[in-house]
């Protein structure tokens, strides 16, 4: 059964880079044909995806966020990361990562979640 | 892009139908069949429950159905359980740049 896991500080600093990394376990990350993503949710809001990445490392980021977000992938650790830059208190939200089904566009299944709150 | 439009609460009795409608434009719902249902419960994760507008992923109970028409997408809960008291999330493939797009998020309230 896959499953995947974030991981990373719980709190970030304003203006500084907010890194998680999230564990795929029960599959292996190069499996063709789907994408692996990052979604957050700001504490009761709803959801906004972040970006997506490929085992290839191709990536597709929501424009919104473009310019602040890097995802990379770590194919021999089955793992993917997400950096996100010069962060405010509006990035402070639950961040999930999914498996990504970029054909039909579904996130299935998903981590659990990691809050991170950004704060001096 | 806007986040999809979806009614803040729908409630109903054990054993009753609803229906959430999930409204879009035609960039995104109305000319893509890309439509997917996620249900969150408190401090969980979603759970994927449809995609491609009607169809269930293997273990999704058949009390869980989607359709869609025009802009309009709706997901239908029958047989309302305890069990399903949860937000409800609709999702579209959209043409703009962003990609994706979310609703706005339904609250489902078993009374």
């Known amino acids: 059964q896959l499953q995947l896991q974030e991981s990373g500080p719980g709190l970030a600093k304003p203006s500084e880079t907010l890194s998680l990394t999230c564990t795929v376990s029960?599959?292996?990350?190069?499996?063709?044909?789907?994408?692996w993503g990052w979604i957050r949710q700001p504490p009761g809001k709803g959801l906004e995806w972040i970006g997506s990445?490929?085992?290839?490392?191709?990536?597709y980021y929501n424009p919104s966020l473009k310019s602040r977000v890097t995802i990379s992938v770590d194919t021999s650790k089955n793992q993917f990361s997400l950096k996100l830059s010069s962060v405010s208190a509006a990035d402070t939200a639950v961040y999930y990562c999914?498996?990504?089904?970029?054909?039909?566009?579904?996130?299935?299944?998903w981590g659990q979640g990691t809050l991170v709150t950004v704060s001096s | 892009q806007s986040a999809l439009t979806q009614p803040a609460s729908v409630s109903g009795s054990p054993g009753q139908s609803i229906t959430i409608s999930c409204t879009g434009t035609?960039?995104?719902?109305?000319?893509?069949?890309?439509v997917s249902w996620y249900q969150q419960h408190p401090g969980k994760a979603p759970k994927l429950m449809i995609y491609?507008?009607?169809n269930r992923p293997s273990g999704v109970s058949n009390r869980f159905s989607g359709s869609k028409s025009g802009n309009t997408a709706s997901l239908t809960i029958s047989g309302l359980q305890a069990e399903d008291e949860a937000d409800y999330y609709c999702s579209s493939y959209t043409s703009s740049s962003t990609h994706y797009v979310f609703g706005t998020g339904t609250k489902v309230t078993v009374l």
């Open positions: 035609s960039s995104d719902v109305g000319d893509y069949n890309y």
């Open positions: 999914a498996r990504h089904d970029w054909n039909d566009c579904w996130f299935d299944p």
């Open positions: 029960g599959g292996s990350i190069t499996r063709s044909s789907y994408y």
């Open positions: 990445i490929y085992y290839s490392g191709s990536t």
């Open positions: 491609d507008v009607t």
